[in-house]
């Protein structure tokens, strides 16, 4: 997209083809007018054109510019924060609604891949969360044992039975997942995109939202060629925000995150790295995240930008880390690189937002918005058809809030990440 290799990637190089799209031009009327071409904003569409409404999305760029085309695929359930953790913030009420919710959101994501037909490389074979040391370990038997408690699939793993899933390192245990997976993620939200259409969703891509305002009991929402008129609007731009509803973003704090895809391994290696096709991740602060795609290319990432410095230290970390886990790996090519930008908000959890009469948003995925994105939208397209009420959302509307030393984060996670990859990559 943009001509730039490294925003999408080894996903964009592998997706199949988006729904042909324009920019809106002229005037249109609509029930619902969506901003925002991710997991949310198509989900939404295709929730709620198959529940007969007359839907218009607006995508500023290209359908998955934002997060929903740069991420890592993986298919958690949850989010980062623990359960009890969560309660603890929400409440029981709101907690247990959004843990119920998005416990069961990868099932939600890998039965609308089936229902659909959508060909994004689905592999439903859990993930694993692996231990770093002893304290990652202490992390894990927690995570577990609260996840357990509400009955979820989930099993801690030993060393060596890690190390087996694995293929290589030395983890002190881990966390399989089996309600979670892997997907291809910008073929996900094409393939969301192509089913909202086929149910009679409109799409335009290339209309960034310029300015919204009130005509009578509706809404116009316009863009430099056009507009719509709407009883409705879902802003589901998230951390990718800008124009009218900039607070989205601005209550957000960037934190950069990269991928590296190898050329495809041979048969062999294969067979023994993850050998039954889990995605992984790490507890170290500066997190190491990796899985394979259909092709077998190893995807292999961390927190960092590849911008300036960056692309050469991280590029380098990556390449010794690899050989650090796989030692028999042999020398590592690469045929994508690329990176964006996860919102993370100050408790790690997502916001739900009214801006206004029948104006709703639902942003701050933290780096976990495939599942959440999907029930989110599926939620709010119920919401507005009418048989889910607001107060029924897994989210209470909260007030938007301002991030203090916001740009000042940013740069020290952008800047941090790559001493900390300098520092590895030297040892």
């Known amino acids: 997209m943009l001509n730039n290799p490294q925003s999408h990637g080894l996903w964009e190089m592998t997706a199949a083809p988006a729904p042909a799209t324009a920019p809106l031009t002229g005037g249109i009327d609509a029930d619902v007018v969506i901003v925002g071409g991710g997991y949310t904003g198509l989900s939404a569409a295709l929730h709620l054109a198959e529940g007969g409404a007359k839907v218009a999305l607006l995508e500023a760029v290209e359908i998955g510019f934002g997060g929903a085309g740069r991420n890592v695929g993986l298919v958690n359930a949850g989010m980062w924060v623990m359960p009890k953790a969560l309660i603890d913030t929400l409440g029981e009420d709101y907690g247990n609604r959004l843990l119920d919710a998005l416990g069961n959101g990868p099932r939600q994501v890998f039965a609308l891949i089936e229902r659909l037909g959508i060909a994004c490389e689905a592999e439903p074979h859990g993930t694993l969360h692996c231990a770093v040391g002893t304290e990652g370990l202490k992390e894990l038997e927690d995570r577990a044992a609260q996840w357990q408690a509400r009955g979820a699939p989930v099993e801690l793993l030993g060393a060596d039975e890690t190390r087996r899933k694995v293929g290589g390192g030395t983890y002190t245990g881990s966390l399989l997942d089996k309600r979670a997976g892997t997907i291809q993620p910008l073929a996900y939200a094409r393939g969301l995109a192509h089913a909202a259409v086929k149910a009679g969703a409109q799409i335009f891509t290339g209309s960034p939202v310029l300015a919204i305002e009130e005509t009578g009991s509706r ?162 397209a119920a919401h507005i058809l009418g048989t889910v009420s607001q107060a029924d959302l897994p989210l209470p509307v909260s007030a938007f809030e301002t991030r203090p030393f916001r740009r000042l984060r940013e740069r020290y996670y952008q800047h941090g990440a790559e001493l900390v990859h300098l520092t590895e990559a030297r040892f």
């Open 219 to 380: 809404w116009q929402v316009r863009t430099a060629t056009g507009w719509v008129t709407a009883n409705w609007v879902i802003v589901a731009t998230d951390a990718y925000s800008h124009g009218p509803w900039a607070a989205l973003r601005e209550e957000q704090v960037y934190l950069p995150y990269f991928n590296f895809a190898t050329r495809p391994l041979s048969a062999d290696l294969q067979k023994r790295i993850l050998p039954e096709r889990q995605g992984a991740w790490d507890t170290k602060e500066v997190l190491t995240s990796f899985r394979f795609d259909r092709a077998g290319r190893l995807v292999f990432g961390s927190v960092g930008a590849l911008a300036g410095a960056g692309e050469a230290i991280h590029r380098a970390w990556a390449i010794r880390s690899l050989h650090r886990l796989f030692p028999d790996i042999g020398p590592v090519a690469f045929d994508a690189a690329w990176y964006g930008m996860i919102g993370m908000t100050s408790d790690n959890l997502p916001r739900l937002h009214s801006l206004g009469r029948n104006i709703i948003a639902f942003s701050g995925y933290n780096g976990r918005g495939i599942s959440p994105g999907t029930v989110f939208g599926e939620r709010l």
